[in-house]
């Protein structure tokens, strides 16, 4: 009898376990087949459909194929070299500048200054300004006939004649840098801000304590717990600033003479006003295979996970 009772036990419990198995695999397929069917859609598709129109000489209109035609053009074309060093001049730029002024602002806020959190809740506003308003007000203020900079630096005697900072040769792409920069510094500011918050202050007093200096404690304690975030921007904002476009796009059409056109740029300027709708996808798929190289590089090299973690 005992034995026939623990056997009844033994298949109810089976049974539950059975049913719980099931509601759990229903819960696990409710949660993730919307979110595949989400990223094959919106991800994989558009990726597989653009990879096979750059295969094409004229997929829109009269199909051709020319495998990768579109590719050798590209790669054997010396514009294709200047665009791409524009980008990388750009992204490098940008991404440098706004970590170093995002961690010099970081760090002098979480000294609790009078005025820090004042100045913390201004820095989110670049960050949320529409682009075109963030143009529209750089543009003012280079501007070489009402603009306040080159007034300025005229009154001072830095220069005698206004500056077109903005149509000029050499001061196109620096026009474009500084005015990403303002936007986008807030960025690494609040990340590393908050990464600062969350180092320990005992670690600076017992440094403090032992004789270090500032620059030993920022070498030893600070630097160290910042890694990883300084490792992740890098990264994540430099493939933003490397597929850059609208600022560079309303600020100078990619001019003067293609001194700031990016290869981004130069995709709007192929699938639109060329329309080559294959060669553009094709310079897509370059810059896609780039990026993916270089991040398959970084995170080998660096591992910023474990930096995190």
Known sequence: MSTEL?????????????REFDSTTLLLAACFVPMFVFFLVVWVIPIIYALGMSLFSAPVRNPEFVGLGNYT???GSAEFWGFLWNSIVYAVATTGLSLVIG??????????????DALRTLMIFPYLLPTLVVIFMWKFILDPNIGILNQFLVDAGFIDSPIAFFSTLEFAMPAVVITSVWKFASFAFFILLARLQAIDPDLYERARVEGATTWQAFRDITFPHLRGAILIILLVRGIWMFNKFDIIYLSTRGGPLQQTTTLPIRVYQIAFSEVNFGMA???????????ALVAVVYFRAFAPEQEVA
């Open 6 to 18: 623990k056997s009844r036990v033994s298949a109810a419990q089976s049974a539950l376990s059975e």
């Open 73 to 75: 053009a590209l790669l």
């Open 281 to 291: 996808t094709a310079l897509a798929g370059i810059m896609f295979f780039l990026l």
């Open 103 to 116: 961690l010099g602002l970081a760090l002098v806020i979480n000294q609790k200054i009078r005025g820090g």
